[in-house]
Nanobody, 125 residues
Framework: QVQVVESGGGLVQPGGSLRLSCLAS????????LGWFRQVPGKEREGVSS????????HYADSVKGRFTISRDSAKKMVYMQMNDLKPEDTAVYYC??????????????????WGQGTQVTVSS
């Protein structure tokens, strides 16, 4: 049974850091990529970062470049996102997702077919 489970959200002050974790297990075939997405009420879900499962290449939204870092531990079936210098506009529900589709649109939510339940990140003083 495929499971994608996030953890690590919480409340942090502006300028602070958080690390999100995601366990992706139960895949009968290797997934193509893992990604982090976020959504605030009333807005569309947006891609934040992604990592290609075969070559480890990464992609980031312009809004988080230089602040967020995605990484993986393939043996543990885990992917992480280190978030530094957090800003109030980073407040959102963050989702981990996996795709078995060989896509080049690695920050497009529609390209991902397995999703976690989401974890809340709130950046506020």
């Amino acid at each position: 049974q495929v499971q994608v489970v996030e953890s690590g959200g919480g409340l942090v002050q502006p300028g602070g850091s958080l690390r999100l974790s995601c366990l992706a297990s139960g895949f009968t075939l290797d997934f193509y990529a893992l990604g982090w997405f976020r959504q605030v009420p009333g807005k569309e879900r947006e891609g934040v970062s992604s990592i290609n499962n075969s070559d480890g290449s990464t992609h980031y939204a312009d809004s988080v470049k230089g602040r967020f870092t995605i990484s993986r531990d393939s043996a543990k079936k885990m992917v992480y996102m280190q978030m530094n210098d957090l800003k109030p506009e980073d407040t959102a529900v963050y989702y981990c997702a996996a795709t078995t589709i060989a896509t080049i649109q690695l920050l497009a939510p529609d390209e991902y077919n397995f999703w976690g339940q989401g974890t809340q990140v709130t950046v506020s003083s």
